[in-house]
Nanobody, 120 residues
Framework: QVQLVESGGGLVQAGGSLTLSCTAA????????MAWYRQAPGKRRALVAG???????NYTDSVKGRFTISRDNAKNTVYLQMNSLKPEDTAVYYC??????????????WGQGTQVTVSS
């Protein structure tokens, strides 16, 4: 079993910054891709940013230039640095990871979600 534990959400004023962290724990042999998704009220969960094992990153257009995704493979941790936050960034942010365990089984895992609220 694999668990993803997120931290770092909160309330911030527009223009401010937050950093989210997500650490994977459990029966982990290798973590392929890691990503952050978000879900605003009344909307579908959507990809914010993703990063591969070799560090290649991609972003949804609305956060390019403001958010940075990174990962520490030694710590099985992915980060999302969020700058110049806007009220429309308000959402529950979810960590996602594709993990291979020690018996060669691959699975997709989700964190419990962390609330980010940006006030105007």
């Amino acid at each position: 079993q694999v668990q993803l534990v997120e931290s770092g959400g909160g309330l911030v004023q527009a223009g401010g910054s937050l950093t989210l962290s997500c650490t994977a724990a459990g029966s982990i042999f290798d973590i392929n891709s890691m990503a952050w998704y978000r879900q605003a009220p009344g909307k579908r969960r959507a990809l914010v940013a993703g990063i591969t094992g070799d560090g290649s990153a991609n972003y949804t257009d609305s956060v390019k230039g403001r958010f940075t995704i990174s990962r520490d493979n030694a710590k099985n941790t992915v980060y999302l640095q969020m700058n110049s936050l806007k009220p429309e960034d308000t959402a529950v942010y979810y960590c996602n990871a594709h993990v291979m365990d020690y018996i060669g089984m691959s699975g997709e895992y989700w964190g419990q979600g962390t609330q980010v609220t940006v006030s105007s």
